[in-house]
């Protein structure tokens, strides 16, 4: 069974820079697109962007300006988002995108951070 | 605002059949790129509930259904159950700036 596990600071200043991290296990990532999702408090899903088992990168074009994921081979990748304000406040997914369809099938539990001094 | 336009809400009495619509435009569903479904009960994270516009992962039950015509997709749930009370999420593929990857806004199914 594949799991997905957020994990990072749950709180960051305003300014400063949103770093999580997601470690995947019981399975491959091999051809997968390793994604970021997030979900402000009482709000819709947003996706943020992923990455592909080779390295390639898709950001949202909303965020792309701040956004850096990258691929640790070992089955660990992350997501960097700078100069955050409190609109950055959510609950951020990591999820596994399947190939040419672009479905999320599995998910993390989901990590909430929250932008505040 | 969200590319995909879904209701905010809607409702049903158990053993009833509801809808959810999922409605696009040219850059996304109605280019045929395919739609997607999920479940996000109170508290936990979404759950994927239909893939590829009609399809179900293994352990979701044959009362979650969808379809897809033009520009709209709708996912329908029959003999509803009280435990089908949570938000809903469609999903897609879009080419133009606003994507690749686009989300309705969700709708909260009620079961009076």
């Known amino acids: 069974q594949v799991q997905l596990q957020e994990s990072g600071s749950g709180l960051v200043k305003p300014s400063e820079t949103l770093s999580l991290t997601c470690t995947v296990s019981?399975?491959?990532?091999?051809?997968?697109?390793l994604t970021w999702i997030r979900q402000p408090p009482g709000k819709g899903l947003e996706w943020i962007g992923f990455?592909?088992?080779?390295?390639?990168t898709i950001y949202n074009p909303s965020l792309n300006s701040r956004v850096t994921i990258s691929l640790d081979r070992s089955k660990h990748f992350s997501l960097n988002l700078t100069s955050v304000t409190a609109a950055d406040t959510a609950v951020y997914y990591c999820?596994?995108?399947?190939?040419?369809?672009?479905?999320?099938?599995?998910w993390g539990q989901g990590t909430l951070v929250t932008v505040s001094s | 605002q969200s590319v995909l336009t879904q209701p905010p809400s809607v409702s049903g009495a158990p053993g009833q059949r509801v809808t959810i619509s999922c409605t696009g435009s040219?850059?996304?569903?109605?280019?045929?790129?395919?739609v997607h479904w999920y479940q996000q009960l109170p508290g936990t994270a979404p759950k994927l509930l239909l893939y590829?516009?009609?399809n179900r992962p293994s352990g979701v039950p044959d009362r979650f259904s969808g379809s897809k015509s033009g520009t709209s997709a709708s996912l329908a749930v029959t003999g509803l159950r009280a435990e089908d009370e949570a938000h809903y999420y469609c999903?897609?593929?879009?080419?133009?700036?606003?994507?690749?990857?686009?989300f309705g806004g969700g709708t909260k199914l009620t079961v009076l």
């Open positions: 990455i592909s088992s080779s390295g390639s």
């Open positions: 999903q897609s593929y879009d080419s133009s700036l606003s994507g690749p990857v686009v």
């Open positions: 019981g399975g491959s990532i091999r051809s997968y697109f």
């Open positions: 590829g516009d009609i």
């Open positions: 999820a596994r995108g399947v190939p040419d369809r672009f479905e999320f099938d599995y």
């Open positions: 040219s850059s996304n569903i109605g280019a045929g790129y395919l």
